[in-house]
C-alpha cells in the first residue's frame, strides 16, 4: 500500500463548481499535513496546511481526520486559474522520520469555460 | 530573496555520461531536499541535508548517485553514470525548520538522458 495515495483524476469540472479531493495515508504516526499545488512544468507550492480542527482559506477549505487517516480539499466557485495538479503531502514525525515529506502522486484539476 | 535557484533548468546528455545538478538555497535555511519526480512515481525524495549534513539517503536509488553540501548555500546531486531511466524532473527545496514546515522548491532541472 502507497504511504499516501490519491486519486489522480483528472476531475474535468465548469467553472464555478464545487470539486472535492481526498486523500488517504498510511502511517498512524504522521503529525503534518498539507496541499501543494503544482502547475504544468512548474514546481510545487504550498497551497494550505492541514489542521486538526479544519481549516479553510478563501474558496478553500481542508479537512483531516486522524481516525480514518483522511484528508480532503474543497475547492468552491473554481476559477480556470485553479487548474492544477493538488498533491497531497503527509509528513511523519517523531524519530529518525521528522522531516521527510511523503507526497501523494497528485490529483489532476481542469476547470473549463 | 530570489528563492532556491537550480541549475541548469535543462539537461539533456548521452548514456554513460556524468551530470551535475546544483541548487542553492534561500538563505537562512538549515534544510536541503532533494526530490525525484517522473509520471509513473510522482515526487520521490532523494536525500536530505540538515546543516550541511547528510541525515536520510534511503531514497537514493543506488550508488550511481552521490550528493554533496559543501557550504550552506550550495549542494549538488551527482549521476555517474547515467541512465535513460534516470530522466526525469529533479528539484531541489529548502526549509527553515524541517518537515514540519513550509518547504520552498527550486524550478527543477529537468533531465533527459539519451
Not at chain 1, 474535468?12 to 498510511?26: I, R
Not at chain 1, 499545488?37 to 481549516?55: A, H, I
Not at chain 2, 517522473?38 to 540538515?50: H, S
Amino acid at each position: 500500500r502507497k504511504e499516501v495515495e490519491q486519486d489522480p483524476g483528472p476531475f474535468n469540472v465548469p467553472e464555478g463548481a464545487t470539486v472535492a479531493f481526498n486523500c488517504t495515508y498510511s502511517n498512524s504516526a504522521s503529525q503534518s499535513f498539507f496541499w501543494y499545488r503544482q502547475d504544468c512544468r512548474k514546481e510545487p507550492k504550498l497551497l494550505m496546511s492541514v489542521y486538526s480542527s479544519g481549516n479553510e482559506d478563501g474558496r478553500f477549505t481542508a479537512q483531516l481526520n486522524r481516525a480514518s487517516q483522511y484528508i480532503s480539499l474543497l475547492i468552491r466557485d473554481s476559477k480556470l486559474s485553479d487548474s492544477a495538479t493538488y498533491l497531497c503531502v503527509v509528513n511523519l514525525s517523531g524519530g529518525g522520520a521528522t522531516n521527510k515529506l511523503i507526497f501523494g502522486t497528485g490529483t489532476l484539476l481542469a476547470v473549463q469555460p | 530573496d530570489a528563492g532556491v535557484i537550480q541549475s541548469p533548468r535543462h539537461e539533456v546528455t548521452e548514456m554513460g555520461q556524468e551530470v551535475t545538478l546544483r541548487c542553492k538555497p534561500i538563505s537562512g535555511h538549515d534544510y536541503l531536499f532533494w526530490y525525484r519526480q517522473t509520471m509513473m512515481r510522482g515526487l520521490e525524495l532523494l536525500i536530505y541535508f540538515n546543516n550541511n549534513v547528510p541525515i536520510d539517503d534511503s531514497g537514493m536509488p543506488e550508488d550511481r548517485f552521490s550528493a554533496k553540501m559543501p557550504n550552506a548555500s550550495f549542494s549538488t546531486l551527482k549521476i555517474q553514470p547515467s541512465e535513460p531511466r534516470d530522466s526525469a524532473v529533479y528539484f531541489c527545496a529548502s526549509t527553515l525548520n524541517g518537515g514540519a514546515d513550509i518547504q520552498y522548491f527550486g524550478a527543477g532541472t529537468r533531465l533527459s538522458v539519451l
